[in-house]
């Protein structure tokens, strides 16, 4: 190939990833929005009577529904369909602990444990996908540790036991998962089937787990609650989830960690403004220093990478 030629390949190719990695900076934005309503609209539903298994079964069964045209990926692609699957089911099990957390714990305190999933992200994305770790991953990793350590305080104050505590951080090291495969998945699928068998997931375990409960509110009693059932299943999740899944794939597990960190900020908003949620001065500090977290991570230089031995680079 003529030099220019190659030159000219080059500069298209850098051209046209750095347009795909603002159209994926772009998606995840818009998808940190809707993922931040999700616990205010949460909060509206249990304080509504609804269970924990319902809401989640609404947030998830919905998109389920614009998506099953592509079902026929379990039979084209039935490996990678069947490793989405799995990664949905413990999406799910994340998600019901996130819920239930509401029960326990102040509507803040668990708002803000979920968003230490940066701090997983980086730990699962090195340990299982051969992630390198730079100066500033660390910085980050050790300002979100220093967030739980704060958030502790009040927590031990209520005398709560091990177990509530330790549930509070499956949802963010769930969803900590689904984004480092997401952003390095062993095969491509489209956006609409990646969608369809992370779904699927998520209502193999909360299909069974609704009818097991057998709780007394199921179907929506009033148009209020109608519109919340609309609102959690198309705003804070089947666009949110569209918009991440194809953001993640153009931006990369870097910047998609770090754009989704700023949902904490929607997410604390909406619960204090709207839900007039107290929020603490340590609480402030804790989301404070997560939100920096996600702001400093991006260090493009190679010869800072700290990486895992055991494992390649190119991934899974």
Known sequence: MHPKSKQHLTVWHTSRQGTDIVKGTMMLTGAAMGFGLSPMLAQMLLQQGMSPEVVALYRFAIPALLVLPCVRVFKDQSAEAMRTVALGAFAALGMLAFLYSFTWLPATTVILTYYTYPLF???????LFGHGLTRNWLISAALILLAVLILQGPLSQQELPIEVLCLGFVAPASYALLINYLSSPVRHLKTGERMSTCLAGHLAVLVPLTFWQAPEIVLPQSEAQLWLLLSIGLLASALPQY????????????????????????????????????????EIIASTLILISGLIRLEPRDDELFSNPRISHSGV
């Open 243 to 282: 918009l991440f899944a194809r953001g993640a794939v153009l931006a990369g597990m870097e910047r998609t960690t770090m754009i989704s960190t700023s949902e904490i900020v929607f997410a604390l908003l909406f619960s204090v403004l709207l839900l007039n949620s107290e929020i603490s001065r340590l």
């Open 121 to 127: 992200a980086l730990a699962i994305g090195w340990a």
